[in-house]
């Protein structure tokens, strides 16, 4: 590791501008020795420090005052940011305010970090790269960024110097590339956040020779290039980056792959010799929840739930779903095409394990609604009471007048009036927008009673018992098949006629534990008549072991945004005949391409799973309806008249970034199938393996540490499954011929430690 600095004869003296004396440093007693006068890490014209008069420079140097923040656990030291940075050449130097009181703040840790890299000959490209470290390391100090920043000298002793010969450069690490070649040394024109118009062909032609040097000319390469591209501002036009790319990947091909002694990038980047890097023992990476994807107000009140509580984003971004599910249902549907709509209820199921606070998540997604809930019905308790007592009233009159006709004290023209009046007597009840814990059948009572609309809500997955014939002999998931799509239900009751209920809307949405779903979706029942398929799954990644203590709570203002918004929902009257909302042409190709693409991975990619992923597109249209009302706030004045609601593409593209949110969520929630514990009982060997080190073993002690293998039977399937997946190999072993052949001895994949 080598870098130039440049050294007045003086310390201390902020006037002073000329630094004439140039340093080559090599090791820590060069640094010494420079640094103990003032300094700057760049030549310029006439050695008048200065951003006009900048020539170049080899050397980035960031500050760390650690003023980001007052905890000192937070602090950053010389070894922690040795630790983020593995392999990178850096030397970093205690500051003339190391562990000194500074402008009323306490003693700490501050220090300066000289990072060498390629030769830079531009000023504003030198400040970028700058910006660019700091946006990675956001505690070195955003003001002392530009490129004529000088630094005040200090006298340290070596010991105190840590100079870390490094393979990588910052901007190789930042960046993610391998070392370049001596040869390939010139610098990218820019490494910050984006890249500027008059270096954008340049920068991309460099990042792609980079890049397929390290992958090949693969997929993996040409996505990397993708997504830098997606830095370029203004953007490059398709048509260029197509050029740049192909002269890339010929010049890859004629002079890179084809010389003397190549060696391919897997060889290459390959540290264990005669193994490949394993097989995720996770059948899926479980994609992030777009957030984005709502509308503003709502997808600040979820980042903010899911930091007050320490919980998965995803958590509060599905329930929210079924907030403005049972806010909209009954009052708006979609129309995808002609002959097709949709209404705009949802069913959700959140899949967590215990102790991820998916109670106080519910609670607080919930408020709004819960808070509406209670002052209406706080403001029409006397009407709710009047009508109580008005039918108390009406079923006396009703029993006197059978009474006189029975005794033929009455006309029977009069007990037709009184049953016509009873008939068309329309009890005020108090509102109820959610039911919990409920049977089937006290559940479609609550349907009828509420013109033929209700949402289930539950942090507990204990529906599916009484679904499933634990609390009761007849299973009836009747109310459920057909709340989600629609379809009449009939209401039989002893001693009365039956009641149907038109086009019924429910909601659904709970909170499961891993073990429910996994009975849920091997039920035979549920699955058989497309009761699973209706559902929406999302699995968070857990959070546990990694929650910080003290959170930042949801302000006010947050939560009085997503509040409003839900109100404005709810205050819907909800009119005799649900409001359409219609496609607009964009929205229209977005959704007809998402179809043409997911259809033919029916029968392949999601065979398995084609119950479910054959009513994602309805999904998805009913996700781009709640998202489109949820965008805008209507007057409720009865003298307005409101636009006809139409779905935009930008927002039928969120819908469908939700809908493969779900999709990849669903692959991993029916892979939670008992057929699918070789996963589990693979991962259990792995951790003990990790847990004593082991470098080498044979089936009999695999047995002795996990004791859930009684049988041979029982564990060669998973060591054979590991072997598969390419984390133990068989080593071969000598056998004489007499005796017992001795058990096969297991090597374990190196790679495994970074796993």
Known sequence: MKFTLFTASCTGREANCRYPQKREIQDAQDLKEAAAFDHVCAAYKNSYRSRDNFLWSDVAVMDCDNDHTENPEEWVTGEKLLSMLPGVAVAIVPSRNNGKAKEGRKARPRFHAYFPIPEVQDEKAYT???????????????????????????????????????????????????????????????????????????????????????????????????????????????????????????????????????VSPQEYNNP???????????????????????????????????????????????????????CLQKKYRIQGKPGWVEPLNTYVIVIAPPSERKSSVLHLMLQPVNDYETEYNKQNAAAVEAGKMQKRVLERRQKAVEDKVAKGNAKPEELKRIAQEAADFEEVSPMQLYVDDITTEKLVAVIAKNHGHAALISSEGGIFDTLSGIYTKTVNIDVMLKGYSGDTIRVDRIGRESESIMDPALTILLMAQPNVVSSVLSNTTFRGRGLTARFLYSMPVSSVGKRKYR????????????????????????????????????????????????????????????????????????????????????????????????VTGKTMSDAIRLGKYYLNHAQAAYSVLPENDMYENGNLILQKIREQRLTAFDRREAMRMCRRFKTVDSIQPVLDFLEDYGYIMQKPQKYSGTGRPPLPIYAINPWLKEH
């Open 272 to 326: 264990y010799p005669g193994w490949s890097e394993p097989l995720p023992l996770s059948r899926f990476t479980m994609a992030p929840f777009p957030v984005d994807a709502l509308p503003q107000p709502i997808a600040d009140y979820v980042r903010a739930v899911a930091e007050s509580t320490q919980t998965p984003v995803d958590m509060a971004g599905s329930i929210v779903l079924s907030v403005l599910s049972t």
């Open 551 to 646: 959170s930042k709570a949801v302000t006010d203002e947050t939560y009085r945004g997503y509040e409003q918004l839900v109100v404005n929902l709810l205050e819907d009257e909800y009119p005799e005949k649900p409001q359409t909302i219609t496609l607009s042409p964009e929205a229209d190709r977005e959704l007809e391409a998402f179809a043409n693409w997911l259809e033919p991975k029916l029968t392949n990619d999601y065979a398995e799973m084609a119950d479910w992923a054959g009513k994602l597109v309805g999904n998805v249209l009913r996700l781009s309806g709640l998202l489109c009302r949820a965008s805008v706030y209507q007057s409720h004045d009865f003298l307005m008249v409101q636009d006809a609601l139409s």
């Open 128 to 262: 970028a790269l700058k910006q660019g470290i700091r946006e990675a390391f956001p505690f070195f100090d955003g003001q002392a960024l530009d490129a004529a920043r000088f630094l005040y000298g200090t006298e340290v002793v070596p010991e105190a110097i840590f100079w870390q010969e490094g393979a990588q450069t910052i901007t190789e690490f930042l960046t993610g590339l391998e070392p370049a070649e001596p040869s390939q040394t010139e610098a990218p024109f820019y490494t910050g956040s984006s890249i500027p118009e008059g270096s954008r062909n340049n920068a991309m032609s460099h990042f792609a020779g980079r890049v397929l040097k390290r992958y090949g000319d693969t997929d993996k390469a040409y996505k990397a290039y993708l997504e830098r591209a997606a830095q370029c501002e203004p953007p490059l036009s398709e048509k260029e980056l197509g050029t740049i790319w192909k002269s890339a990947v010929k010049f890859f091909r004629d002079k890179i792959e084809g010389s003397e002694g190549y």
